[in-house]
């Protein structure tokens, strides 16, 4: 059997490489950058949202093939599941990647700017602004002379997180439709939204693939020499500091509630030893990123409140027990020290779960040959963060197995100076299809 490498140079490279660059461009030409909603339960979507999934929906619809199943959610996710072409029982695999770009840095009016033949130096994106292999954001470029390098123009990001994923994803879609040589079992594909809010869990329908897939990789990767296999369990949980105004001279006969000196006790309390700050390798954290006062109906301040919110990152779970212990110890110790001051706490919410927990142990091998058969050496790494398969590993454990995330050719986002490489989004197409070949010669155990 041929390898996708071997199959895609009978087509050509370079058909191939346009036909992305194009795909690519359309995309970040839609503006679908998610909200940030502080409400844990809602699930905002703009019309630039729904814009770039309809878009991609008609796109892949148009692709055609025998009994392929293209559906497009009322939450504007995209599924699609191409039946196996092969007679053998082999495992399904799930890809993933998501349409939504971050809040986090200007994403209205992109315009891309295409660097042909990159010359190894320094880029002038635009409005003043530089990349370079000198600079931290374009260390990567150094391996990329000769290539197209797609940036934003200096004023926006570029959409790179995850419409690169996206272009992979589709265009293995295509190839997989048009392409009877490439032989595969079960493959189905997930296109979200509101990842980059965190969100991109909360939507998925499992009863639109009506299976457990046996293996899940989220392709939305900015590291291309590695993958993971394990990342961050992550728990969120907000503390809650009622205070009672009252003159401070007459404080312990008014019942005075500080909420102020409350809540900063309470943050005070954790060791500093589990700050981020003191955080490396796989060890976790313990990390308050915000507290401020809540809003009345009427969006003021309440100024006798405080909401502080708490992030917990551990990739072991005995540390993330010693960690909630830490917070159960300052709040106890923060009620007696504060009678007046009333001090509640929500149940601690679980964000994303390690994906090591439940993930095949033959996915590792199978990436690892995959990515050698694409030119690429690839290496597993414990992730200090978690993606969309994390997120659905913790919402639904009986769904969805974990999933390992692969490099997507996304570079330096959440920041104007985003960019991706043409060429490498095309070795990816040929690495996912090589991970599709590698399952049709498995059997399902």
């Given at each position: 059997m041929k390898t996708s490498s071997e199959i895609t140079s009978t087509h050509g490279i370079d058909t191939r490489n346009k036909k992305i660059e194009k795909r690519f461009l359309s995309y970040v030409s839609i503006e679908s950058q998610s909200i940030d909603d502080p409400d844990p339960e809602s699930f905002p979507m703009t019309d630039g949202q729904k814009q770039i999934a309809n878009h991609i929906y008609n796109e892949i619809k148009s692709f055609g093939g025998k009994n392929v199943k293209v559906t497009l959610s009322e939450d504007y996710y995209i599924y699609v599941d191409i039946p196996a072409n092969i007679k053998d029982n082999v495992p399904s695999v799930l890809f993933m990647a998501h349409m939504d770009v971050t809040p986090e840095a200007p994403g209205k009016g992109i315009k891309p700017q295409v660097h042909r033949n990159y010359d190894g130096g320094t880029i002038n994106i635009g409005n003043g602004v530089t990349l370079s292999p000198d600079m931290p954001q374009g260390t990567h470029l150094k391996f990329l002379k000769g290539k197209t390098i797609i940036t934003s123009d200096g004023s926006t990001l570029l959409g790179a997180d995850d419409k690169t994923g996206c272009t992979v994803l589709v265009t293995m879609i295509e190839e997989l439709v048009n392409n009877p040589k490439l032989k595969h079992g079960r493959v189905m594909v997930m296109l979200s939204q509101n990842e980059d809010v965190g969100k991109a869990a909360y939507r998925y329908d499992p009863q639109v693939f009506g299976?457990?897939?046996?293996?899940?990789?989220?392709?939305?990767?900015?590291?291309?020499?590695?993958?993971?296999?394990?990342?961050?369990?992550?728990?969120?949980?907000t503390f809650r500091f009622k205070g009672n105004m009252a003159h401070p001279s007459h404080g312990f006969e008014n019942k005075y509630g500080d909420a102020l000196t409350a809540s900063s006790y309470f943050i005070g309390s954790i060791p500093t030893s589990v700050h981020p700050s003191a955080s490396t390798g796989t060890k976790g954290y313990i990390h308050c990123y915000?507290?401020?006062?809540?809003?009345?109906?009427?969006?003021?301040?309440?100024?006798?409140?405080?909401?502080?919110k708490i992030r917990l990152r551990y990739f072991d779970k005995h540390e993330g027990d010693t960690l909630l212990q830490h917070l159960d110890s300052a709040f106890t110790k923060t009620c007696r020290a504060f009678p007046f001051v009333e001090v509640t706490r929500s149940e601690p919410a679980l964000?994303?779960?390690?994906?090591?927990?439940?993930?095949?142990?033959?996915?590792?091998?199978?990436?690892?040959?995959?990515?050698?058969?694409?030119?690429?050496?690839?290496?597993?790494?414990?992730?200090?963060?978690?993606?969309?398969?994390?997120?659905?590993?913790?919402r639904m454990p009986d769904m969805i197995p974990g999933g390992p995330c692969i490099y997507s050719g996304q570079q330096s986002e959440h920041s104007i100076y985003e960019w991706c490489c043409v060429e490498e989004m095309s070795q990816m197409v040929s690495m996912v299809e090589n991970i599709i070949t590698d399952i049709a010669k498995m059997k399902n155990k």
């Amino acid at each position: 059997m041929k390898t996708s490498s071997e199959i895609t140079s009978t087509h050509g490279i370079d058909t191939r490489n346009k036909k992305i660059e194009k795909r690519f461009l359309s995309y970040v030409s839609i503006e679908s950058q998610s909200i940030d909603d502080p409400d844990p339960e809602s699930f905002p979507m703009t019309d630039g949202q729904k814009q770039i999934a309809n878009h991609i929906y008609n796109e892949i619809k148009s692709f055609g093939g025998k009994n392929v199943k293209v559906t497009l959610s009322e939450d504007y996710y995209i599924y699609v599941d191409i039946p196996a072409n092969i007679k053998d029982n082999v495992p399904s695999v799930l890809f993933m990647a998501h349409m939504d770009v971050t809040p986090e840095a200007p994403g209205k009016g992109i315009k891309p700017q295409v660097h042909r033949n990159y010359d190894g130096g320094t880029i002038n994106i635009g409005n003043g602004v530089t990349l370079s292999p000198d600079m931290p954001q374009g260390t990567h470029l150094k391996f990329l002379k000769g290539k197209t390098i797609i940036t934003s123009d200096g004023s926006t990001l570029l959409g790179a997180d995850d419409k690169t994923g996206c272009t992979v994803l589709v265009t293995m879609i295509e190839e997989l439709v048009n392409n009877p040589k490439l032989k595969h079992g079960r493959v189905m594909v997930m296109l979200s939204q509101n990842e980059d809010v965190g969100k991109a869990a909360y939507r998925y329908d499992p009863q639109v693939f009506g299976t457990r897939p046996d293996i899940v990789i989220d392709v939305d990767g900015d590291a291309p020499r590695a993958y993971s296999v394990a990342n961050f369990t992550a728990i969120g949980q907000t503390f809650r500091f009622k205070g009672n105004m009252a003159h401070p001279s007459h404080g312990f006969e008014n019942k005075y509630g500080d909420a102020l000196t409350a809540s900063s006790y309470f943050i005070g309390s954790i060791p500093t030893s589990v700050h981020p700050s003191a955080s490396t390798g796989t060890k976790g954290y313990i990390h308050c990123y915000s507290c401020e006062h809540p809003k009345d109906s009427m969006g003021k301040d309440i100024r006798d409140e405080y909401i502080a919110k708490i992030r917990l990152r551990y990739f072991d779970k005995h540390e993330g027990d010693t960690l909630l212990q830490h917070l159960d110890s300052a709040f106890t110790k923060t009620c007696r020290a504060f009678p007046f001051v009333e001090v509640t706490r929500s149940e601690p919410a679980l964000q994303y779960e390690n994906i090591a927990y439940s993930m095949p142990e033959y996915v590792p091998s199978l990436i690892t040959k995959a990515a050698a058969k694409a030119s690429m050496t690839l290496t597993p790494r414990h992730e200090r963060g978690g993606t969309t398969s994390a997120m659905l590993s913790a919402r639904m454990p009986d769904m969805i197995p974990g999933g390992p995330c692969i490099y997507s050719g996304q570079q330096s986002e959440h920041s104007i100076y985003e960019w991706c490489c043409v060429e490498e989004m095309s070795q990816m197409v040929s690495m996912v299809e090589n991970i599709i070949t590698d399952i049709a010669k498995m059997k399902n155990k």
